[in-house]
């Protein structure tokens, strides 16, 4: 079966410092592979998705970048954390066959001070 | 009009309830539809898919409305563990990656 892993589980920056989360997905090859920020109270942003290696798609214009360097691993980073980019970041992954189900990883909460 | 819209509630409920949530998107041509149910403080995992026909799994059914550009999901006899934020979910087409998701409902069962 498919699994999907993210951390850290948590996290606390200072504003300006820089980010790196990572996710990888297990059981399955070539997803499509997805970020999304969601703030407290609110729904899910979009920020990022991967149909393979090397291929990104943002979907939000912030100080926020994505890459993927290998089939399953997706980063996401940042070279100077703003307040703003406080939230909840989950990771998802979808199979390439016409379904269009996401699975979600455990998530990654981030405090920016 | 936000692309998916669903009442934030709370929605306030006893044991063995029937509630239904609705939820309306603005794209007509939207394809896929889901319900994802989230915890507090937890990812988002899926509930059903919604099809045309409507599909039902054990006390949740889910409804398709293409004309009035709506999805619903109605939980029966409402058990404690059902307390959760309920997202609506669209897709604008099948095999697309820009899905939507809705803001939730917020579901509490109570004894």
């Known amino acids: 079966s498919q699994t999907i892993h993210q951390w850290p589980a948590t996290l606390v920056q200072p504003v300006g410092s820089p980010l790196s989360l990572e996710c990888t997905v297990e059981?399955?090859?070539?997803?499509?592979l997805y970020w999304y920020r969601q703030a407290a109270g609110r729904g899910l942003q979009l920020l990022f998705y991967s149909v393979g290696i090397g291929q990104i798609s943002s979907e939000v214009p912030q100080n926020l970048s994505a890459s993927r360097p290998q089939d399953r691993q997706f980063i996401l980073s940042s070279k100077k954390l703003l307040l703003s980019d406080s939230g909840f970041y989950l990771c998802?992954?979808?199979?390439?066959?016409?379904?269009?189900?996401?699975?979600f990883g455990p998530g990654t909460r981030l405090t920016v001070l | 009009r936000k692309e998916v819209e669903q009442d934030p509630g709370p929605f306030n409920v006893p044991e063995g309830a029937t509630v239904a949530f609705n939820c309306t998107y603005s794209n007509s041509a939207s394809q896929s539809f889901f319900w994802y149910r989230q915890d507090c403080r937890k990812e988002p995992k899926l509930l059903m898919s919604?099809?045309?026909s409507g599909n039902e799994d054990g006390r949740f059914t889910a409804q398709l409305n293409r004309a009035s550009q709506y999805i619903s999901l109605l939980i029966r006899d409402s058990k404690l563990s059902d307390s959760a934020t309920y997202l609506c979910?669209?897709?604008?087409?099948?095999?697309?990656?820009?899905?939507?998701f809705g803001a939730g409902t917020r579901l509490f069962v109570k004894a």
């Open positions: 979910v669209v897709n604008p087409r099948t095999g697309g990656f820009k899905t939507i």
């Open positions: 059981g399955t090859s070539n997803p499509n």
């Open positions: 998802a992954w979808s199979v390439d066959r016409g379904r269009d189900e996401q699975f």
């Open positions: 919604v099809y045309s």
